[in-house]
């Protein structure tokens, strides 16, 4: 453990699980077998009552905390969050983070193979709905033998499951965190997933989702998604500040070729980065999932129905300069909680740096997670 | 006349003016020759002194008033605003409205044959700047023998164009009319049409510009571009009440070719529509021009300085819902304006529709474009 900083998980590994019991998918196909990749941070005690499932937004996996090996320089996602001391206190609590059915990282996805066809998925692979992965999670804490999470918790669309969870399974989640989320997207939110889907789906590249069979991918579409997607993570203020109209060189080139200004070589670097390493069937996946979340849906559209009957206390963090679930998509979700007498919490935080805000090192984000987290009751 | 409305401006015919004299352009290339294409409603005074330039948009063109032909469904872009007892009164004024300089509607563009190899320029048609643009239409208003312009006027990189006339010819103009425009771009601003050329730039149907000579257009390029531009044309309210969540069939397709929701049908209807009829490197030129336009720059950044000679009165318009070019952007440009002790009137108008509010007949917009406008002095 030697080279980890103090409050680092330190080294970890992902596990994986596989279940044989067919899951029923929202969209009515049903898979026959899945198998989910996983890591944890802590330890579970003897009650079984001190466990946290962390789940992930749109290009995460479950690498959340700590190092996969001695050498590597970037901790998991969410390590400023998860650690001994940290605001997911893993001297209290026993983390449980999923890399989510469909997902590109060792969880069943388009790029797993069918057992049915021994070919890979591809394009066959269901279309999956937030429901499904809470399902599947759901699964994943029976084989730990958990029956009640002390809190699930998630930052945008892994907000969304957390809010899921509350309502799928209230007699097994104790506290829901919901950050940076919202109860449904909104026509906005639709559009700039539809932009991303589109910029995939005609990448010439993409062949109806089965590039693989054609031993390419379609790296132009990724990339293009993914630079949609990082500017509606940014506040405008922020992209400001970080850049402003700071040029790459001394001078304008005048032409359409070289990189002028610093933001567009961040946003190319940002896409090609990603383009490399995630799978465009999985893209697609995920930003469909978020499309389709409207638990208000099956009530009407009334979203104080749909959640009458959870039990689970609700911690939900907003971010003030967040343009893609803004402070105003929470609140919709307090006043629902508040109109369907549940308890809440409700903090916006003061943060230049929109959406993403929920990654970062925010000092009274962190303060006011960590008090919350620290008062959720968990036997010795 | 018959058929048409008595507001407005009725039959039109777009006129071609050519010139040979060569003009240096700010990328440090010349054009030794170029047309413009214009159209022109109401008629020049004795005193040629009641002249309007309408500067156009992005993706707009000469045709801004009336129609092209009895049977023409759709008038100009700006019939809102332009004819008799509308905002620009054609009894007043004499309205001349080019095709910008690197345009797809007949002036001078990377379409348009080279006469210097005989083939289209393509790819190697020179980037553009609204200083360029104003120099070029300084050069129609002489063949016009319009001295001095009673008004320019514009909205978007339109109002970029009239703000650049005020600096560059301050003897040429008697007021400027800057509507939902902005002193430069924001990093958000770039990084949004950063994508747009991306995804034009790497359609393989591109060819390095060259399309024309492969007999192919990037329509999948183009298409994402206008996607992406159309959402930042709209506010998320304004998108929210056009389209919310409904869906395009009373049930989900749980697939990636069905469109589900009736704003993803807009959406791909507004790409593919735009793909059909716009040039692709004329929208290139089109987003570097608003890139790289920042008149403050030449001024060590001090818009107030380059503001310094300006002799035109100002009427600044935004709109509230705006995200593209915000009340805050068109603020920056009244503060320098005041600043340097230049008469200015501001105007922030309370509207649902985002950017896309400057094109659309708002009642308070209306009125106060109209009463600003009355109050140009001209002679009989």
């Known amino acids: 453990m030697s080279g980890f900083p103090a409050d680092s998980v330190g080294l970890v590994a992902p596990q994986h699980q596989s279940f044989?019991?067919?899951?029923?998918?929202?969209?009515?196909?049903?898979?026959?077998?899945?198998?989910?990749?996983?890591?944890?941070?802590?330890?579970?005690?003897?009650?079984?009552?001190?466990?946290?499932?962390?789940?992930?937004?749109?290009?995460?996996?479950?690498?959340?905390?700590?190092?996969?090996?001695?050498?590597?320089?970037?901790?998991?996602?969410?390590?400023?969050?998860?650690?001994?001391?940290?605001?997911?206190?893993?001297?209290?609590?026993?983390?449980?983070?999923p890399n989510n059915l469909g997902g590109c990282h060792g969880s069943t996805g388009p790029g797993s193979i069918n057992p049915r066809t021994g070919k890979s998925y591809g394009a066959t692979f269901p279309v999956l709905s937030v429901e499904d992965w809470v399902h599947s999670q759901a699964r994943l804490a029976d084989t730990l033998g958990i029956d009640c999470w002390a809190a699930v918790v998630g930052g945008s669309l892994g907000g969304m499951q957390a809010i899921q969870w509350a309502i799928s399974y209230p007699e097994r989640v104790r506290h829901c965190v919901a950050i940076a989320a919202a109860p449904k997207l909104s026509a906005q939110n639709i559009a700039f997933n539809e932009v991303a889907r589109q910029a995939i789906i005609t990448d010439p590249d993409f062949h109806n989702g089965d590039y693989a069979a054609f031993g390419v991918i379609p790296k132009r579409g990724l990339m293009l998604a993914r630079m949609v997607g990082h500017i509606t993570y940014l506040s405008d203020?922020?992209?400001?500040?970080?850049?402003?109209?700071?040029?790459?060189?001394?001078?304008?080139?005048?032409?359409?070729?070289?990189?002028?200004?610093?933001?567009?070589?961040?946003?190319?670097?940002?896409?090609?980065?990603?383009?490399?390493?995630?799978?465009a069937?999985?893209?697609?996946?995920?930003?469909?999932?978020?499309?389709?979340?409207?638990?208000?849906?099956?009530?009407?559209?009334?979203?104080?129905?749909?959640?009458?009957?959870?039990?689970?206390?609700?911690?939900?963090?907003?971010?003030?300069?967040?343009?893609?679930?803004?402070?105003?998509?929470?609140?919709?979700?307090?006043?629902?909680?508040?109109?369907?007498?549940?308890?809440?919490?409700?903090?916006?935080?003061?943060?230049?740096?929109?959406?993403?805000?929920?990654l970062l090192p925010i000092p009274r984000y962190a303060d006011a997670l960590s008090g919350y987290m620290n008062r959720i009751e968990v036997d010795a």
């Open 281 to 358: 069937n999985t893209y697609l996946l995920m930003t469909k999932a978020l499309d389709y979340f409207d638990p208000a849906e099956a009530h009407g559209g009334d979203l104080t129905k749909a959640l009458e009957h959870v039990r689970a206390r609700f911690l939900v963090i907003s971010f003030t300069t967040d343009w893609r679930f803004s402070p105003a998509r929470s609140r919709e979700l307090v006043n629902a909680l508040m109109a369907a007498n549940k308890p809440v919490s409700y903090l916006e935080i003061e943060a230049a740096q929109g959406h993403d805000a929920f």
């Open 20 to 97: 044989s019991e067919p899951l029923r998918l929202a969209c009515g196909k049903t898979l026959n077998q899945f198998d989910l990749v996983y890591e944890t941070y802590g330890t579970l005690n003897a009650s079984r009552s001190n466990a946290v499932l962390v789940c992930h937004a749109l290009s995460g996996h479950h690498h959340a905390a700590g190092y996969h090996n001695a050498d590597d320089r970037k901790p998991g996602w969410w390590d400023a969050c998860i650690g001994p001391g940290k605001p997911i206190d893993t001297n209290r609590f026993f983390v449980v983070s």
């Open 237 to 279: 203020d922020s992209m400001g500040e970080k850049f402003g109209r700071e040029l790459r060189t001394d001078r304008l080139n005048y032409d359409f070729t070289s990189v002028e200004f610093q933001v567009e070589s961040y946003l190319r670097y940002q896409g090609q980065e990603f383009s490399a390493r995630f799978d």
